[in-house]
């Protein structure tokens, strides 16, 4: 039986070994888990929208909620680490391109 925690952690590092945008943006992977993760970052000037708030969809913890075949749903939370305010929250869809997980090899 594959460890769930490990198949979590190996699909995050096979992702974002080559995740250059992620990386450009000064964003880290904080915490991975069985259908879960969390990323930060530090807002720079360069991310401030018109409004002068960090342009949305950059800092988030996303958790599944359902995965049926090839396609899944996700709630994510965007929250101010100075204080814990939530900022925004969204439900995502996701839909598989049918391609193996490179995580998945060394099963």
Not at 4 to 10: G, H, M, V
Not at 15 to 29: F, H, P
Not at 39 to 58: E, F, K, P, S, T
Request: with cysteine; hydrophobic share 40%; proline share 3%.
């Amino acid at each position: 039986m594959v460890n769930q925690q490990d198949l979590a952690e190996r699909s995050a590092a096979a992702m974002w070994d080559g995740d250059v945008a992620s990386k450009g943006l000064g964003m880290r992977l904080l915490d991975v888990g069985p259908g879960t993760a969390r990323v930060g970052m530090v807002v720079r000037a360069d991310m401030i929208n018109g409004w002068q708030l960090c342009h949305g969809g950059l800092i988030a913890t996303a958790t599944e909620r359902a995965i049926r075949g090839r396609s899944g749903v996700y709630d994510v939370t965007v929250v101010r680490s100075s204080d814990g305010a939530t900022i925004a929250e969204f439900r995502g869809r996701s839909r598989s391109l049918g391609r193996p997980n490179p995580a998945t090899d060394k099963d």
